[in-house]
């Protein structure tokens, strides 16, 4: 809802004229629902931003927030969305701190001893306007938050999928939890740089942390092992346990000429064979 050129006169000159008390008040309202984990002089300093933005906003005429009058003020709003959110602060919280600026306004004008047809419509208008910025202030947070995750999901997914270096040409990939496809991706580039970074003849895959393997999981497990392949390189796979091995014998899943071993040791000891077995070059 848009203010009229009048009544976003009349609250501009009402945050001119008690700029100071005005965000005391907003500051002492929001410091109330942070309790102490903002400090006061930073809450008053973003306060004090928020208010001169929306005056601003207000001194441009428009009384719109998607005006361009209002940019500033609504780069200060994402700013303090991408603060909050960051910092570890709820939705809510977040809100909260534009709301309170209704509270803080009602204290004002309660204080000036009008109470006539024209403040009360003034305040509601106001209101809205505030509303506006504040529902503005929620989305933004909604969107960092949403790029946050998605960044923590990324670096946790890497993390998920080390590929170490076990012996000189032997590298392994130990996989904990499910392999989905996003996951399997992962897993096969982090694997053939590896094997580019290493010159590694050979790689272990290690699905001893995986909890069940299906078809789709064996499918994952097996285009690494044609990637690999392709790169020049011999893939093991281990930890076989007995109730996987039933479960690929039922499923009728076959690893073809793909050596399979039941523990990363069986897999390290068949590799080093292998390795020894090849003539040295001179």
Not at 25 to 37: C, H, L, P, Q, Y
Not at 160 to 166: A, N
Request: net charge negative; hydrophobic share 45%; charged share 25%.
């Amino acid at each position: 809802m848009a203010l009229s050129s009048d009544e976003a006169s009349r609250f501009a000159d009402l945050l001119k004229g008690h700029s100071d008390e005005l965000t005391r008040r907003w500051t002492e309202i929001v410091a109330s629902n942070f309790r102490g984990r903002l400090s006061h002089a930073e809450l008053e300093r973003q306060m004090g931003e928020l208010q001169r933005g929306f005056q601003a906003a207000m001194d441009g005429g428009a009384g719109d927030l998607d005006a361009d009058a209002s940019g500033e003020l609504r780069g200060l709003l994402s700013d303090l969305s991408t603060t909050r959110a960051r910092q570890g602060f709820s939705a809510n919280e977040t809100a909260v701190s534009v709301y309170a600026l209704k509270e803080a306004l009602l204290g004002i004008l309660d204080g000036s001893g009008e109470a006539d047809a024209t403040t009360l419509r003034d305040f509601v208008a106001y209101s809205a306007f505030v509303d506006r910025a504040a529902l503005f202030t929620f989305d933004s947070y909604v969107r960092v938050r949403e790029e946050l995750i998605s960044d923590q999901a990324e670096q946790l997914l890497e993390l998920s999928t080390p590929v170490v270096k076990l012996w000189d040409g032997v590298v392994a990939v130990p996989l904990v939890g499910t392999l989905d496809s996003a996951r399997a991706q992962v897993v096969m580039e982090r694997l053939l740089q590896t094997l580019v970074d290493t010159s590694s003849p050979y790689a272990i895959i290690d699905i001893t942390g995986v909890p069940a393997v299906d078809t789709q999981v064996a499918q994952h497990v097996l285009k690494t092992v044609v990637a690999a392949r392709l790169m020049g390189a011999e893939c093991i796979i281990s930890g076989i346990r007995p109730q996987i091995a039933q479960t690929i014998v039922a499923l009728g899943i076959e690893f073809g000429d793909i050596a399979t071993k039941a523990t990363l040791a069986d897999a390290l000891r068949h590799v080093i064979k292998l390795n020894s077995a090849q003539p040295k070059a001179r």
